[in-house]
């Protein structure tokens, strides 16, 4: 069973000995491995049960090692990254030989992100190599944003989990391509508004819908998404049927009526978007735990960090 604490030099030593680790970022636990190492990139994918066409994300503490294993960082990308990293933000850039072609998935980019957590960009700072680490949940399944989340779900397949507390953020970072003549695409959208990015490289291309967009197959549209069905609600008002004795609910600003109390859960009742991120999974979880048949989850404003949710939501409800 895996050891929860915050040994940094036990995390390090277990990583140098190509071990997987449980780390915190400011968005959602990660599920970490050497990024130069193929046994380590490929123990993550057989701990998640993550399909090999899915590429994972590479995370460092600095531009210049950055430099070690990217080949070039267009002009908006270098923008975003000296703004925003470390930070919630994910981006494409084309890669080094030096990168296993497992974690691009044989792709010719690498996603590459500066997490924003002290603890972690310790332990990056400690070591000479990147760390490969997807979302440390089993594929499919809802994020990680405790260090307790991934020990119930991967503790009995991993050695150790480095405990950062909850995460701030609670949705994964938002990702960012770059077309041939250097325009930003959104693949994902997750922990940084549009409206923020767009502030500093202007209007941003969001393809983040499509199910069988080659360039984010991670982006499965039965993902994030809790073990019991989940119906999405377009408005609080919408019809649930008292009847039903059955239907747990996840709400935003206040409970939904005809809902017991006992089974619902408000995401943030002063209707705070970045409160109600960090709340999402961690309440999924719940509801997903209750003696319920079914979850109704409430959408949410699509401005902010409220489209990720919704986003998120969206998939969830997809069987
Ligand atoms: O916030 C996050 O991004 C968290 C923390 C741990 O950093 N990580 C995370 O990783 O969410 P994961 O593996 O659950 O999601 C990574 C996504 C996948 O959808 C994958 O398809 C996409 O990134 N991805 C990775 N490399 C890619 C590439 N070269 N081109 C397009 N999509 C890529
Ligand atoms: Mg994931």
């Known amino acids: ?185 959104v693949y994902r959208l997750g922990g940084m508004a549009l409206e923020t990015i767009e502030a500093v490289v202007g209007p941003l291309t969001v393809r983040s819908h499509s199910t069988s967009n080659p360039k984010a197959p991670g982006m499965l549209s039965s993902h994030y998404a809790p073990r019991k069905p989940l119906v999405l609600m377009p408005t609080h008002y919408a019809a649930v049927d008292p009847e039903m004795s059955d239907v747990g609910a996840l709400a935003f600003q206040r409970p939904i009526e005809n809902i017991p109390s006992d089974r619902q859960l408000v995401l943030s009742p002063t209707g705070d978007l970045t409160e109600a991120a960090r709340n999402l999974f961690a309440y999924l979880r719940q509801l997903d735990q209750l003696d319920v048949d079914i979850i109704y989850a409430e959408k949410l404003p699509d401005e902010g960090l409220g489209r990720a949710i919704n986003d998120r939501l969206r998939r969830a409800a997809v069987r």
């Open 1 to 185: 069973m895996a050891q929860l604490g915050n040994d940094l030099q036990a995390a390090k030593q277990l990583l140098e000995q190509g071990e997987v680790v449980g780390i915190p970022t400011e968005t959602v636990y990660g599920l970490a491995g050497n990024a130069f190492n193929p046994d380590a990139v490929l123990k993550i994918f057989t701990v998640k049960n993550r399909p090999a066409f899915d590429p994972l994300i590479v995370h460092t503490d600095s531009l210049t090692k950055v430099s070690q294993f990217v080949d070039e960082i267009p002009e908006p990308a270098r923008k975003l990254a000296e703004k925003f990293w470390p930070g919630p933000l994910t981006l494409l850039l084309p890669k080094k030989p030096v990168i296993p072609e497992l974690v691009t998935s044989g792709l010719s980019t690498v996603a590459v992100r500066i997490p924003n957590h002290p603890l972690t960009l310790a332990l990056l700072r400690s070591l000479d190599f990147p760390l490969a680490a997807p979302s440390a949940n089993p594929f499919g399944y809802i994020s990680p944003t405790t260090a307790q989340h991934v020990v119930n779900q991967l503790g009995d397949q991993i050695p150790y989990v480095l405990d950062g507390g909850p995460c701030q953020i609670g949705l994964e970072s938002t990702i960012i391509g770059f077309t041939d003549k250097h325009h930003p695409i």
